[in-house]
């Protein structure tokens, strides 16, 4: 029984995605708390409220949303289960049955015609004398003739569609839930896993919210292990952390034939994926408590509690899977990655793949943030992958030629793996750009991934590369462009998916010269050695050091006006030209600098330099004296503070104490980067 596709349609964080699950192995990636983990309860709650296996399969799946509670276990708590709570939820899952399932359900039409006429005759045949004497009765044989006629259409259907049944739960606010997709699909569920022993299951859920045991454990077997061991499946699945012990000495206890798979399986886990160790005894130890001994390759002897929590999840969670999931069973795994190192999980994927998936032909919904299990899904054929963009957008990541983009996006310091795990990535200018934007601006940034540019002109080639790659189409991960103005503003316009800005300021550090905020800062004597006076020193000082760039600045301007140009060697004017060409180029440059230097005589140049440099600087100081906060050189003004009143921190924080305390004043200059922000990365452009 595998998962074929997946609809949800106003489930928690889920507004409306249909996804169709196409492979044995398929990983569910995306950004933090986007809904990846609500894919898994949508499947489980479905099962849960349509094919019970327990009395309390149901209920248990509510209580654990937070829709129901054990106190009052028939009201609906619509708002934990609905994104729009006056809105119908609508659970659609189809799945698909093998061919030794079908040959199975089919010859046990009579007992599943039993099965349905019960569920629909109530509570009150839940005794076994009055459903016999209801059966044995004209009425009742007419009714187990019309759910035998029911199953027999449904498995016309079910043919037809290639051995596929689709079960649907719609939970309407003020009516309740309801099945509202095959009347018998729920019944053929419930009744494939009811053939299975209490310890094993076809439908498995491991979530990620794990609290492993350690010590002393109390170990039963019997019937409340059974009972337990129902539950863990899906109904309670968290009880599954907390077995670890009994499963493994129950399986002891139980006979030497378990005990055998048992040994065969730890040896399975710890040479596959926690290579360099193996299960030494199982029994009591030398005080009297339970102890199941791990000796390493070193020789050294422990107890299983000394495993870290990561390996014990793994070790539990692997040996429920060989232990209790029977063959063509589907599992739904949250999160397997937690408290691994990235060693471990790089070689987890293709254990999973191999030692169980293909081996007992199970099929896996995986959710997941590890960089190594994105990769992993990348080279297996046995593999999907999927990106959770949003509640109402999940696609499949295709195996395509993607050359130009993968290149592109390495130049810039990432992959097209680590774009599937935030909503976007925004690259700025400098490390000391990624810290005032977190520490101001969390709220805005929380699923984007800030990452520092290399040089300006390469990076305008990269996002040159990725525009042109959108215009071919398909759905990519966003990817926002910072650049200061500086004195190179860029043409580079943003497009859907890649988006640039350019500060309307000189740089970032300008939006921090909030007089207000750093006058506090450089009076305060916990900030700065010799704190200022007043507010009117404070700004004398920034004032001045800002209008101390000018000189430098009219220099720049004029010597750049005057257009000498440089001799260098140039490849694309060159490329692909003969030695002939090649020499007239260099030589036209030559000829050309030549006859510039011909006019320059030392005295003459030199007086008429500092002119024009004087005037020009007059020039700027009359502009500057309305706009030095936001012309001058911020990253520059920032150090020059530093050096003329001696922080007693570095620069680098002095900026993260400014805009802290521009976000909590939310000053005007802390709202126009917000705003600047919000723009750029917007969902709806």
């Not at 599943?112 to 629909?120: K, S, Y």
């Not at 199982?282 to 339970?290: K, Q």
């Not at 495993?307 to 429920?320: A, I, P």
């Not at 050309?592 to 007086?607: H, L, N, P, T, Y």
Request: with cysteine; hydrophobic share 40%.
């Amino acid at each position: 029984m595998h998962l074929q596709s997946l609809k949800v349609v106003n489930f928690r964080a889920l507004k409306n995605i249909e996804v169709e699950f196409e492979n044995q192995v398929n990983v569910i990636v995306g950004p933090n708390a986007i809904g990846k983990s609500t894919i898994l309860e949508a499947i489980r709650l479905v099962k849960a409220m349509l094919s019970p296996r327990t009395p309390n399969e149901s209920n248990q799946a509510l209580f654990a949303l937070g829709a129901a509670s054990p106190h009052v276990p028939n009201r609906l708590r619509m708002s934990a289960i609905a994104q729009d709570d006056e809105e119908a939820t609508i659970i659609s899952c189809r799945y698909k049955f093998s061919e030794e399932e079908v040959t199975w359900l089919k010859t046990s039409t009579p007992q599943i015609a039993r099965n349905i006429v019960q569920a629909r005759m109530g509570q009150a045949f839940a005794f076994p004398g009055a459903l016999i004497a209801f059966l044995s009765s004209p009425q009742g044989r007419m009714e187990l003739g019309k759910a035998e006629t029911e199953i027999n259409d449904e498995w016309v259907r079910i043919d037809a569609a290639y051995q596929q049944v689709t079960i649907e739960l719609t939970i309407t606010p003020g009516t309740g839930p309801a099945s509202t997709g095959s009347q018998i699909g729920p019944t053929l569920l419930s009744v494939l896993e009811a053939r299975n022993a209490p310890s094993q299951t076809i439908f498995s859920y491991f979530p990620a919210d794990r609290s492993l045991p350690s010590g002393e454990q109390a170990v039963q077997l019997g019937s409340a292990d059974s009972s337990q061991q129902l539950e863990s499946h899906n109904s309670q699945p968290q009880l599954k952390y907390s077995r670890l012990k009994n499963t493994i000495f129950s399986a002891v206890v139980t006979s030497n034939q378990d005990r055998e798979s048992l040994y065969t399986e730890f040896h399975r886990i710890f040479s596959g994926i926690l290579k360099g160790r193996h299960i030494q005894e199982v029994g009591i130890n030398e005080i009297g408590l339970l102890s199941i001994t791990v000796e390493d390759e070193a020789g050294r002897r422990f107890d299983l509690d000394s495993l870290s929590s990561g390996e014990k999840g793994l070790v539990l969670t692997f040996l429920l899977i060989e232990r209790t999931l029977v063959d063509g069973g589907l599992i739904l795994l949250d999160e397997p990655e937690l408290h691994l190192n990235p060693a471990v999980c790089k070689d987890l994927l293709p254990f999973i793949v191999d030692q169980y998936a293909s081996r007992k032909n199970l099929q896996l919904i995986i959710c997941s943030h590890s960089p190594e299990i994105l990769a992993g899904a990348f080279d297996r054929e046995e593999c999907s992958l999927y990106n959770l963009m949003s509640g109402s957008m999940i696609t499949k990541v295709r195996r395509q030629d993607r050359e130009v983009v993968s290149s592109a996006l390495r130049k810039l310091g990432t992959s097209e793996i680590e774009e599937l795990l935030y909503r976007g990535i925004i690259f700025v200018e400098g490390p000391d750009d990624i810290m005032i934007l977190e520490a101001g601006f969390e709220d805005i940034l929380r699923r984007l991934k800030l990452k520092d540019l290399g040089g300006r002109l390469e990076v305008e080639r990269q996002i040159e590369l990725l525009q042109s790659d959108e215009s071919t189409g398909g759905e990519a991960a966003l990817r926002c462009f910072i650049f200061d103005r500086d004195d190179a503003p860029s043409s580079l316009k943003s497009t859907k998916t890649v988006r640039v800005l350019q500060w309307p300021r000189r740089c970032l550090e300008n939006y921090l010269l909030d007089i207000n905020v750093i006058a506090d800062l450089l009076m305060d004597k916990d900030v700065v050695n010799n704190p200022l006076k007043n507010m009117g020193e404070v700004t004398d000082l920034l004032k001045s050091l800002a209008f101390a760039q000018l000189t430098e600045k009219a220099a720049r301007e004029e010597y750049i006006r005057l257009n000498f140009g440089d001799v260098g060697f140039r490849a694309n004017e060159i490329k692909g030209k003969s030695l002939y060409e090649i020499t007239n180029i260099l030589f036209g440059r030559l000829n050309s600098m030549k006859r510039q230097m011909d006019s320059v005589f030392e005295g003459d140049w030199k007086k008429s330099f500092e002119n024009s440099c004087t005037n020009r600087e007059e020039e700027l100081r009359g502009i500057w004296e309305a706009t030095w906060l936001e012309d001058c050189d911020g990253k520059r003004l920032f150090q020059d503070i530093s050096s003329s009143v001696t922080l007693r921190m570095s620069v680098k924080n002095f900026k993260k104490r400014v805009i802290e305390r521009m976000r909590m004043a939310q000053s005007e200059n802390w709202r126009s980067v917000k705003s600047l922000l919000s723009e750029l990365t917007s969902t709806s452009m």
